[in-house]
């Protein structure tokens, strides 16, 4: 062997040990409460991708999806499609704030949308509950940060994964979350004059 090859895979021996060590106090198990938020692009794939790993290891999920309404997404007919046994989607908005112009049925479409996520979350057979969206309702605060927050901490079951996706996450929610994402925007076609694209907006 020569010495870079040598001292790479020392280095990786050393790497291996700590990791080792690290990993035997990493016992607990748990449902974890996640945050996706942020200006970039992702928040609600990433979602989306956890939704394709439940299913692929037989975890019966569900998603829940705010805001967006009968916008017709690649998600919701592939899952609907192929999939509407191992994961139920329902749709609580009617569209995005600026294409209702209406508050009241905005607030009362959220209202029915955490209605719906916590029956969801509550379900004994649901290990993984996306709520997608659902952080530009309590942006505009169609729904109560401390009401969703306090039941996430105190009635989720304790095995039970909860996403939740959407800009602006208030400080409430990243406080109590396990596992936050804040997605960066570095560059957008959007800016540029190009519309959202199939398959990969939307």
């Known amino acids: ?7 790479h895979n020392e280095k990786m021996r050393r790497i ?14 748990k449902g974890l409460i996640m945050v ?7 928040k609600s794939s990433a979602g ?10 037989g975890m019966p999920c569900a998603v829940v999806q705010f805001i967006k309404g009968n916008w017709e997404t690649g998600e919701k007919t ?17 569209g995005f704030t600026w294409e209702t112009q209406d508050r009241e049925r905005d ?24 709520l997608d969206e659902i952080n530009i309702a309590l942006r505009y605060d169609y729904l109560d940060i401390d009401e969703v927050v306090d039941f996430l901490l105190t009635q989720k079951p304790r ?21 936050v994402t804040e997605m960066t925007l570095l560059k957008h076609p959007f800016r540029d004059g190009v519309k959202a694209q199939k398959g990969v907006e939307f």
């Open 1 to 7: 062997m020569d010495e870079i090859t040598t001292r």
């Open 16 to 29: 291996k040990a700590a990791r080792d060590e690290m990993m035997k106090t990493k016992t607990e198990e």
């Open 36 to 42: 996706h938020t942020g200006a970039g692009k992702g």
């Open 48 to 57: 989306f991708g956890m939704i394709m790993r439940c299913i692929a290891h």
């Open 78 to 94: 592939f899952l609907r499609e192929r999939f509407s046994e191992e994961c139920r989607f329902f749709v609580s908005g009617e």
């Open 107 to 130: 607030v009362a479409a959220a209202q029915n949308g955490w209605k719906i996520a916590q029956e969801q979350i509550l379900d004994p057979e649901i290990q993984f509950v996306l």
């Open 159 to 179: 095995m039970t994964h909860v996403c939740l996706t959407g800009r602006n996450a208030k400080p409430e929610l990243i406080e109590a979350a396990d596992l």
